[in-house]
């Protein structure tokens, strides 16, 4: 048990792993429900106390119920109904994670996660109360689910390399773009079925997916404000070390330079330090190479790119 609780510490004391973490705060968030949704029943042979407790964290499409719990219009993100909601949501998050924090770093994961739940939430709220067709669902509507920030997840990594393939049993080959199209459509197509909000949530957090590694691509990151608040909150309850190291390359040029005057000769010596930080890689070049990537896929790059491209991502 204690080297259960030892790794999963470690897994959250690696800064290089959003993705994982993201994943396991799905799964415990799970498991806190049933074991509370299961305790709740054996002991007051109902489950009006947990829905009542699930409804502080689950998101509902009225606007007067948003107005008293507006954080829950990320929590809902976190909540799952049943195991294979679960399973599929974070086993596509899984794979298709991997390829936004390859390509652009590990930080832009949890932007897309939180950015696509958010998107997909509002866009879910405001259809249902925009469009008459389902003004009758929204006094009683709610969401719950990570489906929209898998959806942001998938739809950017398709943007981002939509030529990258991959390889699925009885299928063979696949590029990631045909998979994301092939989810927007199903979900548009399912818009008049049960699971409207959700399909609308859906669409929503596809839409941010594809926005945000558009923008990401001009220079411009709609996540900053994500990445600030986690730094913000890992100053206040990260100790930090009580020295910092740092190594700088330090190049010293010497110049000499000799003068004579009637008293004899006189040497004169001027000594220049030049300070060269750690080679960056330009944004120019990474740009070009994930227009490359765009073109004609990820094996194109040649092993020089590929180390460049390497080195940016950590760099993120």
Same mark, same amino acid.
């Given at each position: ?96 994670? /991997? !390829?936004?924090?390859?390509?652009? =770093?590990?930080?832009? #994961? ?5 950015? *696509?739940?958010? &998107? +997909? %939430? ?52 696949? /590029? !990631?773009?045909?998979?994301?199209? =092939?989810?927007?459509? #199903? ?5 008049? *079925?049960?699971? &409207? +909000? %959700? ?73 220049? &330090? ?43």
């Amino acid at each position: 048990m204690n080297t259960f609780a030892n790794e999963l510490r470690n897994v959250f004391r690696n800064d290089n792993n959003t993705l994982v973490k993201i994943i396991v705060i799905c799964v415990i968030v799970y498991l806190i429900q049933g074991i509370s949704a299961v305790t709740l029943l054996l002991s007051l042979q109902e489950y009006t106390t947990y829905n009542y407790l699930e409804s502080f964290f689950t998101l509902p499409a009225s606007l007067d119920k948003l107005l008293y719990r507006p954080w829950t219009v990320l929590s809902y993100a976190f909540l799952h109904a049943d195991p294979f909601h679960l399973f599929f949501n974070m086993i596509f998050m899984y794979w298709f994670g /991997r !390829i936004i924090v390859e390509f652009i =770093g590990n930080k832009h #994961i949890l932007s897309l996660f939180v950015l *696509g739940a958010i &998107a +997909g %939430g509002l866009f879910y709220i405001g259809i249902y109360n925009l469009i008459p067709f389902f003004h009758k669902n929204v006094p009683h509507a709610t969401l719950i689910g990570a489906s929209a920030a898998v959806y942001a997840v998938v739809v950017g990594a398709a943007t981002l390399v939509p030529n990258y393939t991959m390889y699925f049993l009885f299928i063979g080959p696949v /590029r !990631i773009k045909y998979i994301a199209l =092939g989810y927007v459509v #199903i979900s548009y197509i399912s818009l008049a *079925g049960s699971n &409207a +909000g %959700g399909n609308l949530a859906h669409l929503g957090g596809a839409l941010m997916g594809y926005i945000y590694i558009v923008q990401i691509k001009n220079g411009r990151d709609l996540g900053v404000f994500i990445h600030r608040f986690v730094d913000f909150m890992g100053r206040i309850f990260v100790r930090k070390p009580k020295m910092k190291v740092v190594h700088r390359r330090t190049t010293t040029v010497t110049t000499h330079t000799t003068t004579t005057n009637t008293k004899g000769n006189v040497q004169r010596t001027t000594k220049t &330090a030049v300070s060269e930080d750690a080679a960056t890689t330009n944004q120019a070049e990474i740009d070009a190479i994930l227009d490359k990537i765009s073109a004609t896929g990820y094996d194109s790059l040649s092993k020089e790119e590929k180390q460049k491209l390497f080195k940016a991502s950590q760099d993120l």
